[in-house]
């Protein structure tokens, strides 16, 4: 079983940049898809980005494309979230997530959660 801790997290101001990782525990972390999810206060939970075992396959979504990457190192056990031009709409608890398919963006996909780390965007 995988088990998932994130870091990274902190406070930035708008228009900055910010990455945040997730490490993963388990020889099998390379054939879990990978997500990133967030949750503002007051708000559910959202789909941001996801990537694939080999890392060919990438989605995002639409209020992040364009400013945020994500991106793994298998070798590392170790998936990324770069995160360019930030907005105070960002700020969220951010949570990485396993899945056991390719193509998981919703929340019911992924059966393993880290415990999140909190990214703060002052305007």
């Known amino acids: 079983q995988v088990q998932l801790v994130e870091s990274g997290g902190g406070l930035v101001q708008a228009g900055g940049s910010l990455t945040v990782s997730c490490a993963a525990s388990g020889r099998t972390f390379k054939s879990y898809s990978m997500g990133w999810f967030r949750q503002a206060p007051g708000k559910e939970r959202e789909f941001v980005a996801a990537i694939d075992w080999s890392g060919g396959y990438r989605y995002y979504a639409d209020s992040v494309k364009g400013r945020f990457t994500i991106a793994r190192d298998n070798a590392k056990n170790t998936v990324y979230l770069q995160m360019n031009s930030l907005k105070p709409e960002d700020t969220a608890v951010y949570y990485c997530?396993?899945?056991?398919?390719?193509?998981?963006?919703?929340?019911?996909?992924?059966?393993?959660w880290g415990q999140g780390t909190q990214v703060t965007v002052s305007s």
């Open positions: 997530a396993a899945a056991d398919l390719i193509g998981a963006t919703m929340e019911y996909q992924y059966n393993i």
